[in-house]
């Protein structure tokens, strides 16, 4: 699949747990292209699956996994067979770290091997340097092998602690680097292996790059370990004025010398002593709740949620918070309509932190969620929620239980965080409409906005309002 749509994230999946998450997002309900990448170093029964995995908006590629703990170990017969295998539609040549020589080696075979066995997918080269010149003669030399398909790479490090090269060394030489190509080869397919980010957006669009692999996304979730550190931080604060338990101030004062230990304890060893200290803080913290008011009694069921929690409700946790993150940083920029709502004071009992979506419980969350259960929500709508406590949200962002109206002074305290929050958003997108439902107090916690498109709000009654919303999401 060829896409006019660039830059294009592909998103690396070398497990099957990956690729049941993306499933889990809907990656392949989407608007707009997306990759997948995956590596040669892997099961056959994963590079089944990775085959399987379909979507109409799905392009697949693979590298040789040369930068994988165990590296590439196989000929190019043998690679090319995976790549048929795993049914990509990119398949990408063994490269050498910074050695423009061997890497220029490796694609002579590449190229050769290549030709002579037709495979279904193009072959990718890469050019590697340890400077610009260096990187202009590898890719000149790639193109008198007739590569019409050419990466850039050798621009990651490796991160601290770790085998895996995960960070773009100097994001100044990678400019120069990508500018330098362009100027010669402007209309040349271009990739940049493993330096995809949404920070990186518009730099990629800048210089017309098909793609780049992007790592990072599978790591952004909190584990509930860490999040029962921030509640007894919490917890601990609201407890500060009124509570004097002298056996509750020793054990959450021991919990923190776990925390800050520097010895040759693991990191298992200390969360197995802090979890056994949790249940007996939580056993005091319970008696007194009662006169700590509702907000300390959520955030201590929170905790004591988060104690209890099997393996697979751990495991839901984290494939919710990854699905918030790609909402609101990847699939976001394929869409070009914006719904700003309102939060709602009702709220379901849904056990929380949980998505924004689930927890409010108005009348237009109801429709949302019918909608989307139903599949009829359009795909190429984003939907932002103004919070009284919260501030600005996205649908899927996982939230407590609170109990907090908005006020003319609580709008006014929100004003300039949501007008920012929202111009950082609208000057990158190219959103062609943006349609509000907001209740008095929550308009007028938007200012004036630097994006040029004017916001078309709901008015009348709350019925009318949502009659309004619906037909406006109904439109094309």
């Known amino acids: 699949m060829e896409s006019k749509i660039c830059p294009i994230p592909f998103l690396v999946a070398d497990r099957p747990m990956s690729l049941e998450l993306l499933k889990y997002c809907a990656i392949d309900k989407q608007q707009g292209v997306f990759g997948l990448m995956g590596h040669a170093n892997t099961s056959k029964r994963?590079?089944?699956l990775f085959r399987e995995f379909e979507g109409n908006n799905i392009i697949k590629a693979s590298d040789s996994g040369v930068f994988?703990?165990?590296?590439?170990?196989?000929?190019?017969?043998?690679?090319?067979?995976?790549?048929?295998?795993?049914?990509?539609?990119?398949g990408i040549m063994i490269d050498f770290l910074k050695d423009k020589d061997r890497t220029i080696e490796s694609a002579k075979k590449a190229i050769e091997i290549y030709r002579i066995g037709s495979y279904p997918f193009k072959l990718v080269g890469v050019t590697q340097g340890k400077t610009i010149e260096e990187y202009l003669e590898c890719y000149a030399a790639l193109k008198a092998l007739d590569f019409k398909h050419?990466?850039?790479?050798?621009?990651?490090?490796?991160?601290?602690n770790s085998g895996r090269y995960a960070k773009v060394k100097d994001e100044g030489f990678l400019e120069d680097v990508l500018?330098?190509?362009?100027?010669?080869?402007?209309?040349?397919?271009?990739?940049?292996?493993?330096?995809?980010?949404?920070?990186?957006q518009a730099l990629f669009k800048k210089f017309n790059v098909f793609g780049g692999d992007y790592k990072g996304w599978i790591f952004n979730y909190k584990t509930p370990e860490t999040w029962i550190d921030y509640l007894n931080r919490e917890l601990s604060t609201l407890e500060r004025e009124t509570v004097n338990d002298e056996k509750l101030k020793r054990l959450v004062g021991k919990r923190s010398e776990i925390s800050q230990e520097l010895d040759i304890k693991t990191a298992k060893q200390k969360e197995i002593e802090k979890e056994t200290l949790d249940r007996r803080i939580v056993t005091i913290r319970k008696n007194i709740a009662r006169d700590l008011g509702i907000t300390y009694s959520q955030k201590l069921n929170t905790a004591e949620k988060f104690l209890n929690m099997d393996a697979q409700t751990k495991r839901t946790y984290r494939f919710?918070?990854?699905k918030a993150y790609l909402d609101k940083n990847i699939f976001s920029q394929y869409r070009d309509r914006l719904l700003v709502i309102s939060c709602s004071q009702k709220k379901t009992a849904v056990s929380n932190p949980a998505p924004a979506m689930d927890l409010y419980d108005g009348p237009?969350?109801?429709?949302?969620?019918?909608?989307?259960?139903?599949?009829?929500?359009p795909n190429n709508i984003h939907i932002l929620i103004i919070s009284t406590k919260y501030g600005l949200l996205n649908l899927y962002d996982l939230i407590e239980w609170y109990d907090e109206k908005m006020t003319k002074e609580r709008a006014n305290k929100l004003k300039r965080a949501i007008t920012d929050s929202l111009n950082e958003l609208l000057m990158p997108h190219s959103f062609t409409e943006v349609f509000a439902n907001l209740g008095e107090n929550y308009r007028a916690t938007i200012g004036n906005l630097d994006s040029k498109i004017q916001i078309k709000y709901a008015s009348g009654r709350i019925g009318e309002k949502l009659s309004q919303t619906k037909k406006w999401i109904a439109s094309e």
Not at 81 to 88: D, Q, W
Not at 181 to 198: A, E, M, S, T, V
Not at 364 to 377: G, H, N, P, S, T
């Open 320 to 322: 919710q918070q990854i």
């Open 46 to 48: 994963f590079q089944d």
């Open 150 to 160: 050419i990466a850039i790479g050798g621009l990651l490090k490796k991160s601290a």
């Open 364 to 377: 237009i969350f109801r429709m949302l969620r019918k909608m989307i259960r139903e599949d009829a929500f």
């Open 68 to 90: 994988t703990k165990d590296g590439c170990k196989l000929g190019y017969e043998d690679l090319f067979l995976i790549y048929e295998r795993m049914g990509v539609e990119y």
């Open 179 to 200: 500018e330098t190509i362009r100027n010669k080869y402007k209309q040349d397919w271009l990739f940049l292996l493993g330096c995809y980010h949404p920070k990186r």
